[in-house]
């Protein structure tokens, strides 16, 4: 059975940084299944950022130049570098498949950005 844990979350001002891991347990194919994905107050999950077939990182428009993706096979966990972060980028940050049968959802870490 897999589980996914996050970590990472907190406050900060706009324009700060942070990073999240999530570690991941159990048997998986590759960290290259796992995405994150971050629900904001009011709206559904959304996802964004993932790795693509070939292992390429991917993220949305909306985050692009400041959001990264990284896998750490040492460690099993999948890392979001957050940078330059806006108020709207506020919410809970979970990591899971980005396709698919997802496996069990997180707990999910908390974001809270500030002017």
């Known amino acids: 059975q897999v589980q996914l844990v996050e970590s990472g979350g907190g406050f900060v001002q706009a324009g700060g940084s942070l990073r999240l891991t999530c570690e991941v347990s159990?048997?998986?194919?590759?960290?290259?299944?796992i995405g994150w994905w971050r629900q904001m107050v009011g709206r559904s999950r959304e996802l964004v950022a993932r790795?693509?077939?070939?292992?390429?990182?991917i993220v949305v428009e909306d985050v692009r130049g400041r959001f990264a993706i990284f896998k750490d096979e040492t460690k099993n966990s999948v890392d979001l570098q957050m940078d330059n972060l806006k108020i709207e980028d506020t919410g809970v940050y979970y990591c899971?498949?980005?396709?698919?049968?997802?496996?069990?959802w997180g707990r999910g870490t908390q974001v809270t950005v500030s002017s």
């Open positions: 159990g048997t998986i194919s590759s960290l290259d299944e």
């Open positions: 899971n498949r980005p396709t698919g049968r997802t496996f069990a």
């Open positions: 790795f693509s077939i070939l292992g390429d990182p």
